[in-house]
């Protein structure tokens, strides 16, 4: 700045000396320079991704990122290095463009819903859930009677199913001589653990002093991984989530149940292999299932006493013998959000877990539940609803159901596959975006598709392309199954 009086200002100076280097090194340069940072950072990113589908097996998604870098990242290289009219120009549209891609994938913005309680929530029944019906009725029964009585309905249907082999029971799509029984082992020891499950649910001693609720809470979510839980969380139990009556598991049947003793849950998850998933439906994935839900018990069980002998009363929940809905209690405890598929998804595993829980009177400290998009990327997604065989999965809208804005899926017409498959499906689990194994490239696809709304529209459509609308295709079972 000159003053009225001709002096120049030590800012003039400084200015003159240290001009912004674009200046220096022409905008040609700096273009130059960006241009290569950009490609670089592409190759690498695709790189990785290709190196990840390598490891993973998924050869669509590396046939899809060679053709990538060939013909995409190919042409952006070769107006790098060759000398044409018009190129700076290029490369200028070339840089903005992959400038609005970063923004467009990175920058947080749109809303994020919950998922929508619009009124109260009336306890079910579990006599009104699906699995009671073929795991818990035996015809020539006074229940199977009197409740086949009530639901003539449903009668015909039903028994269709049990005329049906079980899973992978011989006569099943699924049955094999020797692996048939990786799974009916599991099942069975589940079941006799099942036995076990509601004796020494009363406090044995009284609560330790001097520790406050925040050090039990801490201990015993410790305690919950180092028992092999991936996932903990806690929450308070709203009652809502517990039925209201004795449908399978222990106890009489159509008995009232009465947890309002029982203030808190804990909800632990475990991951199932995605190998395993990706076999679906079929022998692999249903003895996974099986394996993560005997670990499950085992784990709930010993929390359970563990509990108990901290001077509280508590109850564990597992597959076969629930008193309470694992799925909203995990959605409460933050343990992921609830999917269209119905069941949880998780931000790590997708719904690639399976649950348990523990109901108690110890106070535990609650988590927060977490929204990271789920409900939003669902609404453009329907992936499982397209691949789902028996077309159980709700393809449009989510609707009101028992006080909670939601996608249902028909559990009738998915259990009949089951029975016609031999195994639990699991098809729509296996083709979840959200299921992808949880390496550093799908963490990162996971957090982009949070941040907004054309980055999920994104995501989406790279999902399709890498993996396809309908990844059908099963990799071969492992040997120990054939
Ligand atoms: S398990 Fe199979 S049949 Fe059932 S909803 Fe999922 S995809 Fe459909
Ligand atoms: S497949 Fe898509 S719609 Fe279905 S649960 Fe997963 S993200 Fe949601």
Known sequence: MIFPGGFRTRSDRFRKFHRFPAAKLGVAMVVQIFSWIVLGL???????????????????????????????????????VLNFPGRQALLMVMLL??????????????????????????????????????????????????????????????????????????????????????????????????????????????????????????????????????????????????????????????????????????????????EMVRRAPGLPALTETSFRYLQLANMAMVLARYINRLGYSARAHVDGNYRVMCVPIAVDAGLGELGRLGLLVTRNYGPRVRLAVVTTDLPLLPDKPKNFGVQEFCGICAKCATNCPSGSVDKGKKRQHRGVEKWRTEMDSCYRTWRKLGSDCGVCVKVCPYSHPDTFMHKLVRFVISTNPMARRLMLLADDIFYGRRPMKRPPSPPWFS
């Open 42 to 80: 592409a190759l690498l990113a695709l790189g990785a991704f290709g190196v990840t589908s390598i490891k993973e097996r998924e050869w669509r998604a590396v046939l899809v990122t060679t053709l990538f870098v060939v013909f995409g990242l190919g042409p952006f290289a070769l107006v790098l």
């Open 97 to 274: 463009f992959a400038g609005l891609v970063l923004v467009a994938l990175l920058v947080p913005f749109g809303k994020k819903t919950s998922l929508q309680v619009t009124g109260p929530i009336p306890r079910l029944d579990e006599r009104d859930a699906l699995f009671h019906r073929f795991y818990r009725l035996k015809p020539g029964t006074e229940d199977f009677e009197a409740y086949y009585d009530e639901h003539q309905d449903k009668l015909d249907f039903d028994n269709k199913l049990r005329a049906l082999p079980g899973l992978a029971e011989p006569g099943s799509k699924t049955f094999e001589p020797v692996s048939s029984n990786y799974h009916a082992s599991m099942d069975s020891q589940l079941e006799y653990l099942n036995r076990f499950l509601d004796e020494d649910l009363e406090p044995l001693g009284t609560p330790p002093e001097n520790f406050s609720s925040q050090e039990l809470t801490w201990r015993t979510r410790q305690f919950a991984r180092f028992l092999g839980a991936d996932l903990v969380g806690c929450t308070r139990l709203n009652q809502s989530h517990v039925y209201s009556h004795v449908g399978r598991g222990s106890g009489a049947f159509g008995s009232p149940i009465d947890l309002s003793h029982h203030t808190h849950a804990l909800v632990i998850a475990v991951r199932m292999s995605s």
